[in-house]
């Protein structure tokens, strides 16, 4: 299957914007920092993929939108941000995860496309109060997603036809998928256009709203998408 001039187009545009390579196989997670968010699951799937597999892949890890105050990289001494570096350095992959806020110079709503559109494939992985909306981001700019077999998940990616549910927690199965997804990335991109279909057809109006703002003032902000959030807003 050839390659989706659209979907390849866009993911260049983005990266030239981010400053990222532009053949690496990217993996995406921007449901926050706080533990239920399930980030420290998709490093070590991260982790898991670059020695078991040998796979060339990096990590962003978005922080989740309430946390304007930060812009580009993440620095300073945020407890969960401290935990998450840690946590990559013990496992050998300090250098391939990044960690990045959803606001750039642009406002939010540039910043966080921009990470949706650069990204092959995007790690959805709470384990708790689940929120659909970083699903439904990344089938919007239709890209593959890998999510968690929980409450709010499931309702969003189909098995094997949009992306691929994974037990919670189970950073070997993510690695597995996201093997799957580096190895197949024709097969990656047609899941992706699936998901973009999928998420239309549902008449989401996350999906909905991302097509008719300008990108700059997408809607963020969770709590503004009840229907999809399996709980309240997560604590960063």
């Not at 078991?52 to 993440?74: K, S, T, Y």
């Not at 941000?81 to 406002?107: E, S, T, Y």
């Amino acid at each position: 299957m050839p390659v989706h001039p659209d979907t390849a187009t866009r993911m260049a545009a983005a990266r030239r914007r981010l400053g990222l390579e532009p053949g690496r196989f990217i993996v995406l997670h921007a449901a926050g920092l706080a533990p239920r968010a399930g980030a420290d699951t998709a490093i070590h799937g991260l982790a898991m993929l670059r020695t078991r597999w040998g796979a060339d892949a990096c990590l962003i890890v978005v922080a989740g939108g309430g946390q304007g105050e930060f812009r580009g990289e993440l620095q300073g001494d945020h407890p969960q941000l401290a935990r998450l570096r840690l946590f990559a350095a013990d496992l050998g992959v300090k250098a391939q995860v990044r960690f990045a806020a959803p606001a750039g110079r642009d406002g939010p709503g540039e910043r966080l496309n921009d990470y949706y559109g650069a990204a092959n494939v995007v790690a959805s992985t709470p384990w708790y109060a689940p929120c659909g909306f970083t699903a439904a981001m990344a089938m919007a700019h239709a890209r593959p997603v890998v999510g968690t077999r929980i409450r709010g998940m499931e309702g969003l990616v189909v098995d094997g036809v949009t992306g691929f549910l994974v037990p919670a927690r189970d950073a070997e199965a993510l690695a597995e998928r996201l093997d799957r997804l580096y190895r197949r990335p024709a097969g990656a991109q047609a899941m992706g256009l699936a998901g973009r279909r999928h998420l239309r057809a549902s008449r989401s109006h996350i999906g909905a709203g991302h097509e008719r703002l300008p990108a700059g003032r997408a809607r963020l902000e969770e709590a503004q998408q009840p229907e999809l959030c399996g709980g309240p807003g997560e604590a960063q």
